[in-house]
């Protein structure tokens, strides 16, 4: 699989609603910026949001900017790192289909 050489997204942004442990920006941050490597065009930007979207719901919004295309996700879950986990998962299966 050819790929447009950068191994981690340079600029990832995640933004934490306020109830949600900090040490989730680390994780969301070490699982989203290694996609580039998926990417068939230059990744240089990626925003990541997780918010509670009930009493035991994590819900996690991501968009990379793959050379101006938007891949877009979203998960929820009862934890910030199984949310973050789906997020990566469809975001790796979508940038893996955007090479055919």
Known sequence: MKHAGA???GNVVVELDGRIA???RQYAHDKISPLARYAPKPTEFAHVRLTTSGPRTITVHANLDVNGTPVVAKAEAPTYEEAVDAV???LHGRLLRMHN
Do not use: F, R, Y
Request: charged share 35%.
């Open 7 to 9: 191994t981690e997204i």
């Open 22 to 24: 900090a040490k989730a």
């Open 88 to 90: 990566h998962d469809q």
